[in-house]
C-alpha cells in the first residue's frame, strides 16, 4: 500500500516552475491513493481554485482530500463566516466525512478549518469521537487533517484548538498514523519520543513559494507489516526540480512508533 502525501499546495502564491516537476513525480510513483492536507489555493479565490483543479484533474490516483485555512475565503468576511467551504465544495467537494478502504488500510479526512479559528483550526471533541467510532479494528487507521495536533517547541504558532484532548483520543482509540500539513515543515520523528501509540506526520509545502518556506516537498509512504518508510523528494527553492530522494522507516514494536536511526 502506498500513499503519496501531498499539502500546502497555495495555488495562486505557488511555484510554477514545480508544478510538472511534482505531477511527474507524484504520478511517477504509482502510489495507490494521494492524500492532500488542505491549503490548495493561497486565498480561494476563483483564478486558484482553476489553477487547483486543474492539478487535481491530472492525478493519476484517487484523491483524498481535506480543506486547510487557506480554502476558506478570509478576505470576504460574509462569505468567511456564511459560506465557508462553499468554494471547496463546488471544485473538490464535502469537506467532511470523507473516507476510503484500500484493503487492511482505512483512511479518514477530518476537517479542522474553521472561519471563527481561522489560522488556528479546531477539532471538536464531537468530530474526534465521529473518528473513533468509525475505525475498522482490523485495519491500519489512517487520518487526514490540515492542521498538526502537535508541534515541535520552536514553532511559534498556536496548536490547534482541541488538539491535546484529540490527540489523546486517537491515541487511546487505535488511530495508528495521522498525517498533516499547515506549517510548511516536515516534522515525523521529532513527535515521537520515546515512542508513541500514534505516528504524526507533518507534510511540508509541496508548492508554496512564501517568504520563508525554505524548501517545497511530498512524501510517498509505503506501508508494511512492521511499520512505514517514508520517501521525502525535496525540491530546494534555488534549484530545478528535485533532488535524489531521502527515505526515513518508522517501525512498531509493542503497539509503539519509533523512528530508525538513519
Ligand atoms: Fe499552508
Ligand atoms: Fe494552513
Redesign the pocket.
Known sequence: MRIAHL??L?FGLHRADLVEPLLAQVNGARPDVIVLT??LTHRSRLEQWREATEFLARLEAPVLCVP???DIPAWNPLARVVIPFAAYRRNVGAPTDVEMQFGRVSLQGVNTADPLAWDRGRISKARADEVIARLRPAALNIVALHHPMQQRPEVRRELMRGAPEALRSFERGGVDIVLS??L?RWAAAELLGQGRRTLQIHAG?AL?SRPGDKQNEFAVLDMHAGGLTATRHIAPMDQQGFQPPVTQNFLRQGGLWRAEAA
Open positions: 499539502s500546502d497555495h488542505g491549503d486547510g485555512n487557506h500539513g499547515h510548511h509545502t508554496c
